[in-house]
T-cell receptor, first 117, second 113 residues
Framework: NAGVTQTPKFQVLKTGQSMTLQCAQD?????MSWYRQDPGMGLRLIHY???????DQGEVPNGYNVSRSTTEDFPLRLLSAAPSQTSVYFC????????????????FGPGTRLTVL | SQQGEEDPQALSIQEGENATMNCSYK?????LQWYRQNSGRGLVHLIL?????REKHSGRLRVTLDTSKKSSSLLITASRAADTASYFC?????????????FGAGTRLAVHP
């Protein structure tokens, strides 16, 4: 299994440009999520999905869109990049949502380091 | 707001010593997880402890959970240089209507040969 894969690894954008960060998993996980990590901080949830066709907003959704047309893929779209979106973005997946009764391990991708000039 | 808060923020030790990191959280939980992040990499799951468990072991890792104090600790015994990483605790939350893991800011551990 490849696990969770993310592309690209690095990206530089100019303010106002749009782009899509790709995330795919081959573990047949229902729950997928996007986090951003800024220096000195933990991870903050951007958007999440509990299954194909179902997405919802997290803590910091503004400026980002997601869709979940298949179980495997969960792309994150930056609509009009801003310098405040400079960050490292992580995609994660698990069989069940974090708040499910027994808890579940989140599998993380390697991250995409995004710089917005 | 961050539910999990790790302490200390940074820890520097020699190989062979033990490393202890603490995590405090604010609301009731059904489980607590610890993750490791090597520099420039994604997070890797280390251990999950459920609210009805008080202690759990995995290799050189020992995790404790005290739900009355809303705190957890991660002990790494006989540390190695390869343990150098950031360590995060994470707790699940359904607050605000969204289903997420809440991460603390992490403890940066440096193990010197």
């Amino acid at each position: 299994n490849a696990g969770v894969t993310q592309t690209p690894k690095f990206q530089v954008l100019k303010t106002g440009q749009s782009m899509t960060l790709q995330c795919a998993q081959d573990m047949n996980h229902e729950y997928m999520s996007w986090y951003r990590q800024d220096p000195g901080m933990g991870l903050r949830l951007i958007h999440y999905s509990v299954g194909a066709g179902i997405t919802d907003q997290g803590e910091v959704p503004n400026g980002y869109n997601v869709s979940r047309s298949t179980t495997e893929d969960f792309p994150l779209r930056l609509l009009s990049a801003a310098p405040s979106q400079t960050s490292v973005y992580f995609c994660a997946s698990s069989s069940y949502p974090p708040s499910s009764g027994s808890g579940d391990t989140q599998y993380f991708g390697p991250g995409t380091r995004l710089t917005v000039l | 707001s961050q539910q999990g808060e790790e302490d200390p923020q940074a820890l520097s030790i020699q190989e062979g010593e033990n490393a202890t990191m603490n995590c405090s959280y604010k609301t009731s939980i059904n489980n607590l997880q610890w993750y490791r992040q090597n520099s420039g990499r994604g997070l890797v799951h280390l251990i999950l402890i459920r609210s009805n468990e008080r202690e759990k072991h995995s290799g050189r890792l020992r995790v404790t959970l005290d739900t009355s104090k809303k705190s957890s600790s991660l002990l790494i015994t006989a540390s190695r240089a390869a343990d150098t990483a950031s360590y995060f605790c994470a707790t699940p939350s359904f607050s605000g209507g969204y289903n997420k893991l809440i991460f603390g800011a992490g403890t940066r551990l440096a193990v010197h040969p």
